[in-house]
């Protein structure tokens, strides 16, 4: 059975920063690639940062120079850094793993706010 569990979100002040990680299951990781999108209230959901299975990156144009996913092969997880936060960046976060198949994790809320 795969399974992502993401963790890490919760209440920051704008500023602050953030570390959410994604641990995968049931799948062969390193042949996986990752990406963090997220769906802010009311919105459609929209990608965030993405990683391929030899670490190149690609980041959305709004969290360019603030997020930073890596990916560590050996405890089958990958995280998404995020610093400089702002209220626009209140979102459910999800992480999925894309190759022939697609998985989803349930999502983690992370919310910027004074």
């Known amino acids: 059975q795969v399974q992502l569990v993401e963790s890490g979100g919760g209440l920051v002040q704008p500023g602050g920063s953030l570390k959410l990680a994604c641990a995968a299951s049931?799948?062969?990781?390193?042949?996986?690639?990752m990406s963090w999108s997220r769906q802010p209230p009311g919105k459609q959901r929209e990608l965030v940062a993405s990683i391929t299975t030899d670490s190149s990156t690609l980041y959305g144009d709004s969290v360019k120079g603030r997020f930073a996913i890596i990916r560590d092969n050996a405890k089958n997880t990958v995280y998404l850094q995020m610093n400089n936060l702002k209220p626009e960046d209140t979102a459910v976060y999800y992480c999925?793993?894309?190759?022939?198949?697609?998985?989803w994790g349930q999502g983690t809320q992370v919310t910027v706010s004074s």
């Open positions: 049931g799948i062969s990781f390193y042949d996986y690639h």
């Open positions: 999925s793993a894309h190759a022939t198949r697609e998985y």
